[in-house]
């Protein structure tokens, strides 16, 4: 069943970061608000995926390491990055500081879950 889980919550963040680039390519064209406005809903329901899956492989591992509480906070951060990029976009704010804690936390998440974390793939050692 861990299988399973862990195709759905891979899947669910790659659609969720697809998804992201594509409210970001909506919200910057003039008359294409109410499409931004739905993908970013659909968007939000993603992330909902995302926080199911990571919970239930969370509750997977035998033990609780220092790593995997690291690996849960930087998912959740990530969530909260795209959230408020997005929100700031539609906005016309700045969103600098959030696009380079998105990317930090991207990378975290991406190399502890498949590098670190007994579920992953170990590409990164």
Same mark, same amino acid.
Do not use: C
């Given at each position: 069943?861990?299988?399973?889980?862990?195709?759905?919550?891979?899947?669910?963040?790659?659609?969720?970061?697809?998804?992201?680039?594509?409210?970001?390519?909506?919200?910057?064209?003039?008359?294409? @608000?109410?499409?931004?406005?739905?993908?970013?809903?659909?968007?939000?329901?993603?992330?909902?995926?995302?926080?199911?899956?990571?919970?239930?492989?969370?509750?997977?591992?035998?033990?609780?390491?220092? @790593?995997?509480?690291?690996?849960?906070?930087?998912?959740?951060?990530?969530?909260?990055?795209? @959230?408020?990029?997005?929100?700031?976009?539609?906005?016309?704010?700045?969103?600098?500081?959030?696009?380079?804690?998105?990317?930090?936390?991207?990378?975290?998440?991406?190399?502890?879950?498949?590098?670190?974390?007994?579920?992953?793939?170990?590409?990164?050692?």
């Amino acid at each position: 069943m861990r299988v399973v889980t862990t195709h759905l919550h891979i899947t669910s963040w790659v659609l969720a970061l697809i998804l992201f680039l594509v409210v970001l390519a909506f919200s910057n064209q003039a008359g294409k @608000e109410k499409t931004a406005k739905i993908l970013h809903m659909v968007l939000r329901l993603d992330y909902l995926l995302i926080l199911y899956s990571g919970g239930d492989l969370f509750a997977a591992y035998s033990s609780m390491s220092g @790593e995997l509480i690291i690996k849960a906070i930087a998912g959740l951060w990530v969530i909260v990055a795209m @959230e408020m990029i997005s929100v700031k976009t539609q906005k016309g704010a700045p969103t600098k500081a959030w696009w380079i804690q998105f990317v930090i936390a991207l990378l975290i998440a991406i190399m502890l879950g498949f590098g670190r974390l007994g579920l992953g793939m170990a590409w990164f050692l």
